[in-house]
């Protein structure tokens, strides 16, 4: 069966810091991986996602980034963490096509 | 811009009845709808998956239905129980299979018991 890891679980950074979050996939290969933001009070967003090493895609222009090193490891990152990237960080992984995406526990980030 | 709206942002009812959670969304040409549900501080646990091609999907007490042509979507849930309070996401697929999803902001379902 396939399983879906994000860490940290929680995480609590000063403005101005940087950022590395990371999903990874076990029992697939190939998947489509995606990362989303919910921000309070806000549906999710997605922010990237990627259907293959080294190709990532932007939805939203922001001072976040994302790399997918390996085939099942996604990783968000920032340089210098705003107070508006404070929210609930989530991995999602889909096979190719047009099927059920299936999501991480999240990571909750709050920028102080 | 394609938008997914839901209605309504929140219920509460008492244990026991049948209800309706209605999702609607500006252009017909989606790939899938998809109906999630999410506990508090939690993930999303993928409940439906109805592909554009069909009407509706079933699973246990769960039904969601698909008219692409109104742009709508609704989730029956029959025979409520208090494990069933969470909130409840309607997201669609509108730019093909690898595409991300877009998302309502969900209705906040309280089963009363």
Avoid: M
């Amino acid at each position: 069966s396939q399983t879906i890891h994000q860490w940290p679980a929680t995480l609590v950074q000063p403005v101005g810091s940087p950022l590395s979050l990371e999903c990874t996939v076990e029992g697939t290969s190939n998947p489509n991986l995606y990362w989303y933001r919910q921000a309070a009070g806000r549906g999710l967003q997605l922010l990237f996602y990627s259907v293959g090493i080294g190709q990532i895609s932007s939805e939203v222009p922001q001072n976040l980034s994302a790399s997918r090193p390996q085939d099942r490891q996604f990783i968000l990152s920032s340089k210098k963490l705003l107070l508006s990237d404070s929210g609930f960080y989530l991995c999602a992984w889909t096979r190719q096509g047009r099927e059920t995406q299936y999501f991480g526990p999240g990571t909750r980030l709050l920028v102080l | 811009k394609q938008e997914v709206t839901q209605i309504p942002a929140a219920l509460s009812v008492p244990e026991g009845e049948n209800l309706v959670l209605n999702c609607s969304f500006t252009d017909s040409a989606i790939y899938n709808l998809q109906w999630f549900r999410q506990d508090p501080g939690k993930g999303l646990t993928s409940l439906l998956l109805i592909q554009s091609s069909q009407r509706e999907q079933t699973s246990g007490r769960l039904n969601a239905s698909l008219d692409k042509s109104s742009g709508r979507s609704t989730l029956y849930i029959a025979a409520s129980q208090p494990g069933d309070s969470a909130t409840y996401l309607c997201a669609v697929s509108f730019g093909g299979g690898a595409d991300g999803l877009t998302f309502g902001k969900g209705t906040h379902l309280i089963i009363q018991p």
